[in-house]
Each structure stands twice: as structure tokens, then as C-alpha cells.
């Protein structure tokens, strides 16, 4: 009689069976478990970890090709200025007033702490030292 009162109760409730209820569910629970959340991050984090190294050696790239860069304008600029009768013996420095183009400051471009330039055998040698200690040279 037991039997029958508890399924008679069952069956009233939200329109189950009245075989009881049920004892696991066929259909997963919503929402996602602990781990699955944890796996996602861990991904994340790592894809992160990529992009953010990636995006510093594209800026050591860039200051490196601003230096290399800035030593073969240097060469060009000595190189139009002897062409065009200016006594270019006496430049220096990479920021002589010979060499500035018209408006250019006395300072280096971005990404270049050091130039040097000098004269030798007849040739102009530049070298130019990037952010990141790299030395470019250049001749004329």
C-alpha cells in the first residue's frame, strides 16, 4: 500500500509518470563544468602569450630597419651634397646642418640612439645603432 500512495503522490507532481522519479536525468545540465572553463582559459591565455611576444619583436624589427634605414639616408645625403659642389669634408656627425633636409630638426629619427659618420680613403662610412644595440653601417 506503500507503494501505490507514493506513486499516487509522483504521479501529481508536474505531470510525471507514475513509475516515480526519475533517477538520473537523460539530458545534460546546462552551463559548462569547471574544467571545460579552465581548458578554454588555459587556451586563451597561451593564444595571448603569442600575440603579445609576436607583436614585441615586430617592434625590435621596426627599430632596427629605422636605424639601417637612417644610415644609408645619411650616405645618400652626403653622397647628393659632394655631387652638388658642397665641400662635404668637414661633416661630423649624422646631424650636421650639410646633411638636414629643408625643416629637418638636429635629432635622431625614432629607434636610433647613436650615429657616426667619418671619412676615409676617399669613402664615407656611417654606422648607425638602433634601440636595440644593433649596429648598421653604410658606405659611400
Known sequence: MKILVLNHFWSGLAGMPASGPPLASKRPAAGFTLIEVLVVVAIIGILATVLVS?????????????????????????????????????????????????????????????????????????QATSQSGKVFSASY
Do not use: M
Open 54 to 126: 609576436g607583436v614585441f619583436n615586430a617592434r625590435k624589427r621596426t627599430v632596427d630597419t629605422a636605424a639601417e634605414s637612417y644610415a644609408r639616408q645619411v650616405v645618400t645625403w652626403v653622397a647628393a651634397a659632394d655631387a652638388g659642389g658642397v665641400d662635404v669634408s668637414s661633416v661630423d656627425e649624422c646631424t650636421d646642418p650639410l646633411l638636414r633636409q629643408e625643416g629637418a630638426s638636429g635629432t635622431f629619427p625614432n629607434g636610433v640612439t647613436d650615429c657616426a659618420i667619418s671619412y676615409a680613403a676617399g669613402h664615407w662610412s656611417v
